[in-house]
């Protein structure tokens, strides 16, 4: 995957609202093609989208053509592999807090610190790495400095 498609990808998925956005497209994207493919009515086709996403399965409402049953594969594997864990990872990177984790005054300082330590020895230090290993990924366009 190339830095673009990353960003873009992490971008997607860094927020819960977004996540639930995607698993709401891909619910209605599902039920049009499981419709269309089974010759069954839209609200059919949702029905057993949320149904199947939910790993509920009724069994009232299943593909019975090749078409159908691909539809059904993608959209199963996609719910449970992607959506879920992205839902389950996001709350946690909330919920879980990391008492190790220097807060922004605390870099700061160790910067400062650090910049006037090396003044007084006369020694030149290194160029400050990047933010991330992907640039920034905020979308933002201000500077940090």
């Known amino acids: 995957m190339n830095g673009k498609a990353r960003i873009a990808l992490i971008r997607l998925t ?21 419709s269309l493919l089974e010759g069954k ?5 949702l ?19 090749s078409g159908g049953r691909a539809v059904s594969i993608v959209f199963q594997h996609f719910w449970i592999f992607g ?11 909330h919920v879980i807090h990391d008492t190790n984790q220097f807060s922004h005054a605390e870099q700061e300082w160790q910067a400062t ?6 003044q007084k020895l006369g020694v030149e230090l290194p160029p400050e790495p990047a933010d991330t290993e992907f640039g920034d990924i905020t979308g933002s366009t201000g500077s940090t400095g």
């Open 47 to 65: 029905w057993w989208a949320v149904v199947t996403a939910l790993t509920i399965g009724y069994g009232d409402i299943a593909p019975a053509s």
């Open 41 to 45: 009515d839209l609200s059919d086709g």
């Open 113 to 118: 610190s650090m910049r006037l330590i090396a």
């Open 83 to 93: 959506i879920a864990p992205l839902v389950i990872a996001n709350i946690l990177t």
């Open 14 to 34: 860094s927020s819960l609202p977004k996540i639930i956005a995607l698993y709401i497209a891909s619910l209605f994207l599902a039920a049009t093609l499981f």
